[in-house]
């Protein structure tokens, strides 16, 4: 028997289980969109005269993303926005996403950057993984990812980033530093309120949304993205991580979003213990860091 919207007669397209409603493609696009706009004022006021930068990888985060970032944004008056792509050298991957970002941005009217990891760093992620370091690829790739979109959005004078990170990344990121002991680090997660002279403070207006409603609605609004899993995400501990807590949300419902209401409910008790760190520029690069040299600078020195 086909269901019908909790909300009108409509049969509807999907059931959210964590509240038990059935909703048709209008009612949940309505539920999908009020919770990021809700979520984006939380993360506080966008000024006019604002430059607004969306890291866009191509994927279907980031792309919804882009385009609820151009309709929130692009009617208001004095705010810019642009698309940033890091190009990290991974063969068959990145460079199938890159035309998805890339045609995404066209047809927004988007102005669209390249940063690329070979000119940055001074090697693509190919050749920093073929070394077999002790460390995991995901380690490299996360710190020299922040790195080439904090520069380029210096570059350009971009005043906040825009990422797609979701209920899950959320979740996972939570519940692993929880683990390792590293409360500095969940302290440091975003959204960003203070502004660190140097970085650029991230907004995520995705934080409260899962991964498979992201999904539904790019699919609802005929968004295209590239539906592609990078090659080197298999071997990541994350995995370990999403595997707990899609089996702890099948057996109970809500557990991602009780992950992430515990953690806002703490972030202002941790900032008190841990507050930002007072930074200084690297040695060698000049970017932020509250050490010597930048996290970049000692993670490129290990694969010379």
Do not use: W
């Not at 710190?143 to 004078?157: I, M, P, Q, T, W």
């Not at 520029?281 to 000692?298: D, I």
């Amino acid at each position: 028997m086909t269901k019908t919207c909790t909300k009108c007669k409509k049969p509807a397209i999907t059931f959210i289980r964590y509240n038990g409603t059935h909703l048709c493609s209008d009612h949940f696009i309505d539920y999908f969109e009020r919770r990021v706009k809700k979520d984006i004022k939380k993360q506080g006021r966008t000024e006019d005269k604002t430059k607004i930068g969306i890291a866009v990888s191509g994927g279907k985060d980031s792309t919804v993303a882009l385009y609820l970032a151009n309709d929130l944004f692009s009617k208001r008056p004095n705010i810019d926005l642009y698309g940033i792509t890091v190009d990290e050298g991974i063969k068959g991957y990145r460079d199938d996403s890159i035309k998805y970002a890339a045609q995404n941005c066209k047809k927004l009217g988007i102005e669209h950057h390249i940063v690329v990891f070979k000119d940055l760093i001074g090697k693509t992620m190919d050749e920093i993984a073929s070394k077999k370091n002790e460390l995991g690829e995901c380690s490299y790739c996360g710190v020299f990812r922040r790195l080439c979109l904090n520069k380029k959005s210096k570059e350009l004078g971009i005043n906040k980033l825009i990422t797609g990170h979701n209920l899950d990344d959320m979740a996972q990121s939570i519940l692993m530093n929880f683990v390792n002991g590293d409360m500095q680090k969940l302290a440091r997660l975003g959204p960003h309120k203070k502004i660190q002279p140097g970085l650029v403070p991230r907004m995520l207006p995705l934080r409260s949304i899962p991964e498979k409603e992201v999904a539904l609605y790019a699919i609802i609004k005929n968004i295209e993205f590239h539906d592609a899993e990078c090659p080197y995400s298999t071997r990541a501990l994350r995995g370990t991580f999403r595997d707990i807590i899609d089996n702890l949300e099948f057996k109970n419902p809500g557990t991602r979003h009780s992950i992430l209401n515990s953690y806002n409910e703490i972030k202002d008790l941790l900032l008190e213990k841990y507050p930002p760190a007072v930074l200084n520029e690297c040695l060698k690069c000049g970017e932020p860091t509250s050490q010597e040299l930048c996290k970049a600078c000692l993670l490129k020195a290990k694969i010379t």
